[in-house]
């Protein structure tokens, strides 16, 4: 993953990506199994196993069995957990290709996040792949947790003009 702050732009080495990815899907593993009931877990697993099955099948037609195996769950596993895995494989793909672009500006409290995009590093119009993180002035982002923006799904991560102190 790149990071862009103010027109410096760095690398995230691998490992602190892996060690992201890693606390993320423990973090949802955790919550899986200790704040989800029984009843919710059953239906859960049921509609997982679904999507895996069709997944694998999509796989099989485009890649053979090989490319199949990757959506299969051990027997007798949670598909749920299992899933997780899968997600956090297709994470770890698609920080390669990402760039996270966000502009500071100084307060006398530390700085504050005047604007917060992302796009990929592999489009040939980097302006034309970004898309906008944060809202418009002093509107907290996550009031509307998900923006349709063109197609595509943006999560919002902070507020425009949040002050981050170090």
Do not use: W
């Not at 990402?98 to 502009?103: E, G, H, Q, R």
């Amino acid at each position: 993953m790149r990071i862009d702050i103010n027109g410096i732009a760095c690398e995230m080495p691998p490992d602190v990506q892996r060690k992201l990815l890693d606390y993320i899907q423990n973090d949802l593993e955790q919550r899986y199994v200790r704040d989800m009931d029984g009843a919710m877990k059953a239906l859960t697993k049921a509609f997982t196993r679904k999507l895996l099955l069709d997944l694998e099948r999509k796989a099989r037609k485009l890649g053979g069995d090989e490319a199949a195996a990757r959506f299969r769950p051990p027997k007798k596993s949670d598909p749920n957990v299992f899933l997780a895995h899968v997600l956090r494989d297709f994470g770890e793909e698609a920080l390669k290709r990402v760039c996270l672009y966000i502009s500071l500006d100084e307060s006398g409290e530390g700085y504050i996040v005047s604007d917060l995009s992302a796009g990929r590093i592999d489009q040939p119009n980097q302006g034309q792949a970004r898309r906008s993180l944060a809202g418009a002035g002093h509107d907290r982002i996550g009031e509307n947790d998900i923006q349709q923006i063109a197609g595509d799904t943006t999560l919002a991560l902070i507020s425009a003009g949040e002050i981050l102190h170090s």
